[in-house]
Protein backbone atom coordinates (compact mmCIF):
# COMPACT_ATOMS: atom_id res chain seq x y z
CA UNK A 1 0.00 0.00 0.00
CA UNK A 2 0.80 3.43 -0.77
CA UNK A 3 2.18 5.39 2.42
CA UNK A 4 -0.61 8.31 1.75
CA UNK A 5 -4.06 7.87 1.92
CA UNK A 6 -6.32 7.73 -1.79
CA UNK A 7 -2.52 7.68 -3.74
CA UNK A 8 -3.19 4.17 -5.48
CA UNK A 9 -6.47 6.12 -6.91
CA UNK A 10 -4.39 9.38 -7.99
CA UNK A 11 -1.95 6.35 -9.89
CA UNK A 12 -4.02 4.53 -11.57
CA UNK A 13 -6.19 8.04 -12.70
CA UNK A 14 -2.55 8.90 -14.00
CA UNK A 15 -2.22 5.90 -15.43
CA UNK A 16 -5.54 6.22 -17.93
CA UNK A 17 -5.37 9.50 -18.81
CA UNK A 18 -1.03 9.06 -20.13
CA UNK A 19 -2.86 6.00 -21.80
CA UNK A 20 -5.56 8.35 -23.29
CA UNK A 21 -2.88 10.96 -24.02
CA UNK A 22 -0.34 8.95 -25.89
CA UNK A 23 -3.21 7.67 -27.96
CA UNK A 24 -4.39 11.40 -28.94
CA UNK A 25 -0.38 11.92 -30.14
CA UNK A 26 -0.27 8.60 -31.95
CA UNK A 27 -3.24 9.13 -33.69
CA UNK A 28 -2.32 12.96 -34.76
CA UNK A 29 0.82 11.86 -35.95
CA UNK A 30 1.38 11.52 -39.70
CA UNK A 31 4.29 8.28 -40.04
CA UNK A 32 4.46 8.66 -43.56
CA UNK A 33 5.31 12.48 -42.65
CA UNK A 34 8.07 11.26 -39.97
CA UNK A 35 9.63 8.74 -41.97
CA UNK A 36 10.57 11.21 -45.04
CA UNK A 37 12.46 13.22 -41.97
CA UNK A 38 14.41 10.30 -41.15
CA UNK A 39 17.72 10.43 -42.59
CA UNK A 40 18.44 6.85 -43.19
CA UNK A 41 22.00 7.40 -44.42
CA UNK A 42 22.94 8.45 -41.21
CA UNK A 43 20.92 5.94 -39.14
CA UNK A 44 22.56 3.05 -41.16
CA UNK A 45 25.80 4.36 -40.57
CA UNK A 46 25.65 4.14 -37.16
CA UNK A 47 24.45 0.58 -36.90
CA UNK A 48 27.38 -1.42 -35.99
CA UNK A 49 27.08 -4.21 -39.02
CA UNK A 50 29.67 -6.40 -37.38
CA UNK A 51 27.68 -6.89 -34.15
CA UNK A 52 24.91 -7.72 -36.03
CA UNK A 53 26.46 -10.17 -38.52
CA UNK A 54 28.04 -11.91 -35.34
CA UNK A 55 24.83 -12.62 -33.89
CA UNK A 56 23.88 -14.41 -37.06
CA UNK A 57 24.01 -18.16 -37.08
CA UNK A 58 25.43 -18.61 -39.89
CA UNK A 59 24.18 -22.60 -39.79
CA UNK A 60 20.45 -22.06 -39.12
CA UNK A 61 20.50 -19.99 -41.82
CA UNK A 62 21.96 -22.27 -45.05
CA UNK A 63 19.70 -25.17 -43.30
CA UNK A 64 16.66 -23.25 -43.76
CA UNK A 65 17.69 -22.34 -47.74
CA UNK A 66 15.82 -24.31 -49.87
CA UNK A 67 18.44 -24.74 -52.90
CA UNK A 68 16.03 -26.30 -55.05
CA UNK A 69 13.30 -23.04 -54.84
CA UNK A 70 16.71 -20.90 -55.38
CA UNK A 71 17.91 -23.39 -58.58
CA UNK A 72 13.93 -23.18 -60.65
CA UNK A 73 14.02 -19.46 -59.81
CA UNK A 74 17.34 -18.83 -61.70
CA UNK A 75 16.97 -17.92 -65.38
CA UNK A 76 19.91 -19.90 -66.86
CA UNK A 77 19.26 -18.33 -70.47
CA UNK A 78 19.94 -15.07 -68.25
CA UNK A 79 23.26 -15.94 -66.58
CA UNK A 80 24.65 -17.65 -69.87
CA UNK A 81 23.74 -14.26 -71.70
CA UNK A 82 26.09 -12.48 -69.24
CA UNK A 83 29.20 -14.26 -69.43
CA UNK A 84 31.53 -13.02 -71.80
CA UNK A 85 32.63 -15.80 -73.42
CA UNK A 86 35.65 -13.95 -75.91
CA UNK A 87 37.06 -12.63 -72.64
CA UNK A 88 37.08 -16.13 -71.08
CA UNK A 89 39.08 -17.45 -74.54
CA UNK A 90 41.45 -14.48 -73.65
CA UNK A 91 42.21 -15.93 -70.46
CA UNK A 92 43.20 -19.19 -71.56
CA UNK A 93 46.88 -20.15 -72.05
CA UNK A 94 47.17 -22.38 -75.22
CA UNK A 95 50.83 -23.02 -75.01
CA UNK A 96 50.31 -24.16 -71.24
CA UNK A 97 47.37 -26.00 -72.69
CA UNK A 98 49.15 -27.81 -75.46
CA UNK A 99 51.90 -28.83 -72.88
CA UNK A 100 49.36 -30.51 -70.24
CA UNK A 101 47.20 -32.41 -72.65
CA UNK A 102 50.07 -33.49 -75.20
CA UNK A 103 47.43 -32.38 -77.79
CA UNK A 104 50.24 -31.59 -80.43
CA UNK A 105 50.99 -35.72 -80.16
CA UNK A 106 47.44 -36.25 -80.41
CA UNK A 107 46.98 -33.65 -83.66
CA UNK A 108 50.06 -35.78 -85.01
CA UNK A 109 48.21 -39.41 -84.85
CA UNK A 110 44.86 -38.09 -85.84
CA UNK A 111 46.35 -36.05 -89.07
CA UNK A 112 48.93 -39.28 -89.76
CA UNK A 113 45.74 -41.41 -89.78
CA UNK A 114 43.48 -39.53 -91.59
CA UNK A 115 46.17 -39.58 -94.05
CA UNK A 116 46.62 -42.83 -94.40
CA UNK A 117 42.91 -43.45 -94.95
CA UNK A 118 42.89 -41.26 -97.85
CA UNK A 119 45.94 -43.11 -99.16
CA UNK A 120 43.84 -46.57 -98.65
CA UNK A 121 40.67 -44.88 -100.31
CA UNK A 122 43.27 -43.89 -103.23
CA UNK A 123 44.54 -47.29 -103.32
CA UNK A 124 41.40 -48.84 -103.64
CA UNK A 125 40.16 -46.67 -106.27
CA UNK A 126 43.32 -47.33 -108.05
CA UNK A 127 43.01 -51.16 -108.14
CA UNK A 128 39.36 -50.79 -109.02
CA UNK A 129 40.40 -48.86 -111.85
CA UNK A 130 43.05 -50.99 -112.89
CA UNK A 131 40.18 -53.79 -112.80
CA UNK A 132 38.17 -51.64 -114.91
CA UNK A 133 40.67 -50.81 -117.30
CA UNK A 134 41.89 -54.49 -117.51
CA UNK A 135 38.02 -55.77 -118.19
CA UNK A 136 38.02 -53.13 -120.95
CA UNK A 137 41.39 -54.52 -122.64
CA UNK A 138 40.25 -58.15 -122.74
CA UNK A 139 36.84 -57.08 -124.12
CA UNK A 140 38.89 -55.10 -126.82
CA UNK A 141 41.29 -57.57 -127.65
CA UNK A 142 38.26 -60.35 -127.08
CA UNK A 143 40.28 -62.37 -124.69
CA UNK A 144 37.82 -65.29 -122.62
CA UNK A 145 37.27 -63.58 -119.24
CA UNK A 146 37.22 -67.52 -118.09
CA UNK A 147 41.21 -67.46 -119.27
CA UNK A 148 42.25 -64.15 -117.04
CA UNK A 149 44.25 -64.66 -113.88
CA UNK A 150 42.35 -63.34 -110.61
CA UNK A 151 45.28 -61.56 -109.26
CA UNK A 152 49.12 -61.38 -109.38
CA UNK A 153 50.79 -64.50 -110.40
CA UNK A 154 52.74 -64.50 -106.81
CA UNK A 155 49.76 -63.70 -104.65
CA UNK A 156 46.86 -65.88 -106.87
CA UNK A 157 47.48 -69.55 -107.46
CA UNK A 158 47.25 -70.04 -111.21
CA UNK A 159 43.81 -72.18 -111.88
CA UNK A 160 43.81 -75.87 -112.44
CA UNK A 161 41.87 -77.83 -115.07
CA UNK A 162 41.14 -77.00 -118.53
CA UNK A 163 40.35 -73.65 -117.57
CA UNK A 164 44.43 -72.83 -117.00
CA UNK A 165 45.94 -70.23 -118.99
CA UNK A 166 48.77 -72.47 -121.42
CA UNK A 167 52.13 -72.92 -119.85
CA UNK A 168 54.38 -70.16 -121.16
CA UNK A 169 58.09 -70.86 -122.40
CA UNK A 170 60.08 -72.69 -119.86
Same mark, same amino acid.
Given at each position: ???? *??????????????????????? @????? @? &?????????????????????? +????? &?????? +?????????????????????????????????????? !??????????????????? @????????????????????? *??? +????? *? !??????????? &????? !?
Amino acid at each position: MSPM *PGSGRAEQLAQVVAERVVSIVMD @AIDID @A &LIDRVDVDKLVSRVDVDAVVSR +VDVEK &LIERVD +VEKIIERVDVEQVIDRVDIKAMIERIDIDALVEQTEIG !TIIAHSTSGVASEILDVIR @AQAVGLDDFVARWVARILRRD *PSL +VPLGP *P !TLVAPPEGPAA &LPAGP !T
